[in-house]
């Protein structure tokens, strides 16, 4: 009897061990429960100075800051892509009529992935009229392929992902001196819910 009544207990703390292990909460399920908020340029500039702080002297850091003079008014969750567009740049007829330059764009969309991209590009209709837009990710497209494309034609709205935009730039393919608008695809999340900034490659 003495040893039945010993092993009873032990099955209960393995079964309550396990219990434990399935209830832990993964990141997805934190990040579920938080409400998407608009991003404000204190999230960016904090970001900038978290990644940079450990390198970078304090002269350095202070460059890296960015007055909020720089920011256009965020998306505050209530505009569809088009027409936040329409609101950040209501001149965007005369902008576009004026670019003539090649390997550069007016408006540079940064977002995580190549579906995201194109997810982005078909919300714009509306917005980019007649105007050419360039795919700027990795997925299926090769770096020199978009070099050649940036170099012959002239492009007014590129779309792509931050590590494709990083590569095109150091290899002199896009220059940035005619962007006057960079969006950033700051809210939306992946599968595993996380947004852009969450990704340690980013």
Same mark, same amino acid.
């Given at each position: ?34 409400? $998407? ?6 999230? !960016?500039?904090? !970001?900038?100075?978290?990644? /940079? ?8 850091i202070e460059?890296?800051k960015l $007055?909020?003079?720089? /920011? ?7 505009h569809? /892509? ?6 950040i740049c209501?001149? +965007? ?10 390997k550069?764009?007016?408006?540079l969309?940064l ?38 494309? !940036?170099?012959?034609?002239? /492009? ?5 992902? $931050? ?20 969006? !950033?695809? +700051?809210? +939306? ?14």
């Amino acid at each position: 009897p003495t040893e039945c009544f010993l092993s009873q207990p032990e099955e209960k703390q393995e079964s309550t061990v396990k219990a434990k292990k399935r209830k832990k909460k993964k990141i997805s399920d934190v990040l579920q429960k938080s409400a $998407p908020k608009p991003g404000v340029p204190a999230d !960016l500039q904090n !970001l900038l100075s978290q990644h /940079f702080g450990e390198n970078r002297s304090v002269i350095e850091i202070e460059e890296l800051k960015l $007055p909020d003079s720089c /920011f256009l008014p965020a998306n505050d969750l209530s505009h569809s /892509f088009s027409s936040y567009l329409k609101e950040i740049c209501p001149k +965007w007829a005369k902008l576009r009529r004026n670019h003539k330059e090649k390997k550069s764009v007016v408006m540079l969309v940064l977002c995580s992935s190549a579906l995201r991209s194109l997810e982005l590009i078909k919300s714009m209709t509306t917005f980019k009229g007649d105007c050419k837009v360039l795919k700027l990710f990795a997925k299926h497209i090769k770096i020199k392929e978009q070099i050649n494309m !940036l170099e012959k034609g002239v /492009f007014h709205i590129g779309v792509g992902t $931050p590590g494709r935009v990083k590569a095109l730039v150091e290899q002199d393919g896009l220059c940035l001196n005619s962007t006057k608008y960079m969006i !950033l695809d +700051w809210n +939306w999340r992946d599968q595993k819910l996380r947004r852009m900034m969450d990704i340690p490659e980013v």
